[in-house]
């Protein structure tokens, strides 16, 4: 027998029953109406904005098993808003088209900075064997964010084979095409910040309500979010909200979901609602293409021969051949060498024992401070000396960029500094190398020193 929308919902009521308190019931879920059910999608009238997004932030998993329990796995649930119709009326006495039920009252689409970086994009990602799913997933979102079935997207795969990469050219992508459609790419550094701080000012629900605007989101890096449990929840909100109105949600990973570490499960399981595509090692004529094309872009040329020694040799990291061509390209200029094989060799040799031995932020502390003529003491000590507070907030971006420390972990070997400082000061040195080009040079010759000196 063919199940009638009333039926459906006096079941799903009578799971959701079962799952919460008879007051919440009687608030949340005895006002609602059913309306219709065609192909397996329950409409439901709700009577205001409020309990919609009620609903949506704190019954979303007993809507959803109710749902799955009542229409199977293809059913699905929409809300309609029994809007009083002479509030939709303007004062010109005129129906208003532009309401949209689901706007914050009193807050107008804004403009959301995407914090995209404009020089990744799909037309300098070269294809190869290695990323041609996840290149041609990230297009056809770009085409259609939020209507495919990659929803979310999860990229994953190694350091440096082009996860952040990919997922900026598909955020500057789909702005290219629709400017008015708001991106947000974070990083969970700066998500947990975010929050950390609407906590300490009571502003939590803002916070949510923000991302209302935002209608693709791009969080990189996600392993970071384990294990912050606040942050996860958080998270885990706005994903629904997301998904549930056919938002885009685009993650990069450095594992496989179902390896990621102290996450919360009911996330890593709704990761398999959208696509998980992998990024593999290149392969040698994607690596080479690559070099290719980061020469044509720095303007200078290298011989075939160094070419194919470099290909050769950088098998499993694309950031690796980009450093090593960067670092053939500063080593023949300034010491005005000619480009050869001999020269390759060394460069190479440098990054390959480089990268076998783990930088230390001991070694990154002893760096900067011989650098700023400090005794190492003082990086850990709780001087606001101007000179020492930039120095240990130096040495903490540092330590994030050459370790696999934590946060926490950072802040511990600082004289016991808590996470939240320790990401300020990575913050104020990221934003000041943007401004000072004198602590720009600075911070390249340390991360220079850090890389070649300390190796022996
Ligand atoms: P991940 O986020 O996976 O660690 P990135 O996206 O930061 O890696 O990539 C590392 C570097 O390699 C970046 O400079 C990026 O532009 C470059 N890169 C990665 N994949 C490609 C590709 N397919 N074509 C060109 N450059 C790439
Ligand atoms: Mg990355």
């Not at 009326?89 to 914050?104: C, H």
């Not at 009193?106 to 914090?115: F, H």
């Not at 020269?343 to 002893?366: D, M």
Request: proline share 3%; net charge positive; hydrophobic share 40%.
């Amino acid at each position: 027998m063919k199940l009638d929308h009333i039926t459906a919902w006096n079941e799903c009521l009578s799971i959701i029953k079962n799952d919460i308190s008879e007051k919440s019931f009687n608030t949340w879920f005895s006002p609602i109406k059913s309306v219709k059910l065609d192909n397996g999608v329950l409409t439901i009238q709700v009577p205001n904005k409020m309990s919609y997004e009620w609903l949506e932030a704190k019954y979303i998993m007993e809507l959803k098993k109710a749902i799955l329990n009542v229409l199977g796995s293809k059913g699905r649930l929409e809300y309609k808003l029994s809007l009083d119709p002479d509030r939709m009326r303007t004062k010109s006495g005129k129906l208003d088209k532009t309401i949209n039920p689901f706007a914050i009252p009193g807050i107008k689409k804004v403009k959301i900075a995407s914090n995209l970086n404009p020089n990744y994009r799909f037309s300098n990602y070269i294809q190869g064997d290695c990323n041609k799913m996840a290149r041609s997933a990230g297009i056809a979102i770009a085409n259609k964010p939020g209507e495919t079935s990659f929803n979310p997207m999860i990229i994953y795969g190694g350091v440096g084979l082009g996860k952040t990469h990919l997922a900026h050219a598909i955020g500057n992508e789909i702005k290219e095409k629709n400017p008015q459609h708001n991106i947000l790419y974070i990083t969970p550094e700066e998500f947990t910040n975010k929050i950390v701080k609407a906590i300490k000012e009571d502003t939590i629900e803002e916070f949510i309500k923000f991302h209302r605007h935002i209608d693709t989101l791009i969080l990189d890096d996600i392993q970071f979010l384990g294990g912050r449990k606040k942050s996860l929840e958080i998270f885990f909100n706005l994903f629904n909200i997301f998904h549930q109105n056919n938002k885009q949600i685009i993650l990069t990973s450095d594992s496989k979901p179902k390896d990621l570490k102290d996450m919360d499960e009911r996330l890593v399981s709704r990761f398999k609602w959208g696509l998980i595509a992998d990024l593999q090692a290149p392969e040698f004529e994607t690596r080479m293409a690559i070099i290719e094309e980061k020469l044509k872009d720095e303007e200078v040329v290298f011989p075939q021969a160094v070419k194919d020694y470099i290909c050769f040799n950088i098998t499993g990291n694309i950031r690796e051949l980009e450093g090593v061509c960067t670092s053939i390209i500063a080593h023949a200029n300034l010491s005005d060498r000619e480009v050869n094989i001999e020269l390759a060799k060394e460069v190479i040799q440098k990054f390959v024992s480089f990268n076998n031995k783990k930088v230390s932020i001991e070694n990154i502390k002893t760096v900067v401070a011989s650098h700023y003529r400090l005794d190492i003491e003082l990086l850990n000590s709780k001087s606001r000396k101007r000179e020492i507070v930039l120095a240990r907030q130096i040495s903490m971006y540092l330590a994030r960029e050459f370790t696999k420390h934590s946060l926490e972990s950072i802040g511990s070997h600082f004289g016991g500094k808590d996470h939240s400082t320790v990401m300020y000061s990575i913050n104020t040195v990221k934003d000041l190398l943007h401004h000072d080009d004198r602590l720009s040079e600075v911070v390249t010759n340390l991360e220079k020193e850090v890389q070649f000196t300390l190796k022996n």
